[in-house]
């Protein structure tokens, strides 16, 4: 004979356990209707067996977390990305404009290379008195967009750069969720993830 349980009861066996803060609330709650639906689909009712089910159950803050801990040689998916940030600037003052982020050297490099080339553009515009600035800014410009990865230079008194920074891959939490759920039975609730041993 097995006794129906409510989400209170269900909470209460939990706390006689001591094992309701390795779930917390809203996660016992989307367990609980899980295996409400569960039982529903099978036509059949299950023993409440709390140890039983904090060995099947690990909560998560995040699929990304899960991957972390989850994935046996290595994460399924990198959590943060090389994203290459470009600006120019008088040295010791801030840019002159936002610097921008790309995702690979190439675009970041082209990015400078036509700063470049408008830089030397408005001072050829200007006075004759820069054509030694001009040149080096053409031929600098040139030169950068075979580059790639890292660099800084100052030309005509304006500091040029790209650096390369990690930044959070905004598809992790997806992808890492879609690798899990290949995996095992994912539950998704507001504020985490609940994840079945596999």
């Not at 009712?45 to 690990?58: F, R, S």
């Not at 750069?161 to 995996?183: I, K």
Request: glycine share 6%; net charge negative; proline share 4%.
């Amino acid at each position: 004979m097995k006794q129906t349980v409510d989400f209170n009861e269900f909470c209460r066996a939990f706390h006689v356990y001591d094992r309701f803060d390795q779930f917390g609330y809203a996660a016992l709650r989307a367990l609980f209707d899980y295996l409400e639906g569960l039982e529903q689909d099978i036509g059949e009712e299950m023993a409440l067996d709390v140890i039983a089910l904090c060995c099947d159950w690990t909560a998560y803050a995040s699929a990304v977390d899960a991957c972390k801990e989850l994935a046996a040689a290595g994460e399924p998916v990198e959590p943060t990305r090389t994203a290459y940030i470009a600006g120019w600037n008088m040295p010791g003052y801030m840019p002159d404009s936002e610097p921008v982020q790309f995702d690979d050297a190439d675009e970041a490099w082209e990015y400078i290379a036509d700063s470049m080339e408008e830089h030397a553009d408005s001072l050829e515009d200007s006075t004759a008195d820069n054509a030694d600035n001009v040149a080096a800014l053409r031929i600098c410009a040139e030169v950068l967009r075979v580059g790639d990865g890292e660099f800084g230079i100052t030309i005509a008194g304006w500091h040029y750069w790209v650096t390369a920074e990690p930044v959070p891959n905004e598809e992790a939490e997806q992808q890492c969720l879609e690798w899990l759920q290949d995996q095992t039975t994912v539950i998704e609730y507001d504020g985490g993830i609940l994840v079945m041993a596999f």
